[in-house]
């Protein structure tokens, strides 16, 4: 079975400060791992997935095969970057995402 | 806005009622999903179309829930003799299959409420 673990439900930094949301995963193949973000009253949207291996609003992502993690880093926070961030999973040959619970970044200024 | 459109934003419907919501992909999207989203949560898996095939459904979704997709376009997702436990975000994504995974597009959701 598939399962995503963000263990951080809230997260608060000081604008400028670095980032690193947390992700772990369960899964034996070799998956697909994504960063969806949910803005404030907004759709929620792609941020970035691993196999694309680039930053996106300064975001980034490695793959840890060996840890089973996707941490979402960023060096200096914005208020902006104020969110809810998911890290999801799509196991190999398979379309459907399977979603962690979710970690809500909240950047002060 | 060319994205994916949910209808009603919001339901609010009393136990034992049923509920339609609709669902209008990107129009070149031949995929279409549907999750749904409980407080604290995140977005569970309902089900999925390819095309008008519902290729796969997830446990979750009872006997009382049916998907339709019927010319391969918009999707229908109905709940009869609706619970409380029913209520949740519903949230309809659409892609387009290329060969491996791609990404999804998520509409805004529509919020149901069972009181």
């Known amino acids: 079975a598939q399962r995503v673990t963000q263990p951080e439900k809230l997260l608060s930094v000081f604008k400028g400060a670095p980032v690193e949301l947390k992700c772990n995963y369960s899964?034996?193949?070799?998956?697909?791992l994504f960063w969806y973000v949910q803005y404030s009253r907004q759709r929620l949207q792609l941020l970035l997935r691993?196999?694309s291996r680039e930053s996106i609003k300064g975001f980034t992502a490695d793959l840890n095969k060996g840890e089973t993690s996707f941490h979402l880093k960023k060096p200096f926070a914005q208020e902006e970057d104020s969110a809810m961030y998911y890290c999801?999973?799509?196991?190999?040959?398979?379309?459907?995402?399977?979603f962690g619970t979710g970690t809500r970044l909240l950047v002060s200024p | 806005d060319t994205g994916v459109s949910q209808d009603p934003r919001h339901k609010i419907t009393k136990r034992g009622q049923n509920v339609t919501f609709r669902c209008d992909p990107i129009?070149?999207?031949?995929?279409l999903y549907w999750y749904r989203q409980t407080l604290g949560q995140g977005p569970e898996f309902l089900t999925y179309?390819?095309?008008?095939?519902?290729?796969?459904k997830s446990r979750l979704l009872s006997d009382r829930f049916s998907a339709e997709r019927p010319k391969g376009s918009f999707s229908t997702l109905e709940i009869q003799r609706t619970e409380q436990g029913d209520s949740a975000m519903y949230l309809c994504?659409?892609?387009?299959?290329?060969?491996?995974?791609?990404?999804?597009?998520f509409g805004n959701g529509t919020r149901l409420t069972v009181t």
């Open positions: 994504a659409s892609s387009l299959a290329a060969g491996g995974s791609s990404p999804l597009h």
């Open positions: 899964y034996s193949g070799s998956p697909e």
């Open positions: 691993h196999i």
């Open positions: 999801a999973l799509s196991a190999t040959g398979f379309q459907k995402l399977v």
């Open positions: 129009s070149e999207h031949n995929r």
């Open positions: 179309f390819q095309n008008e095939a519902q290729l796969e």
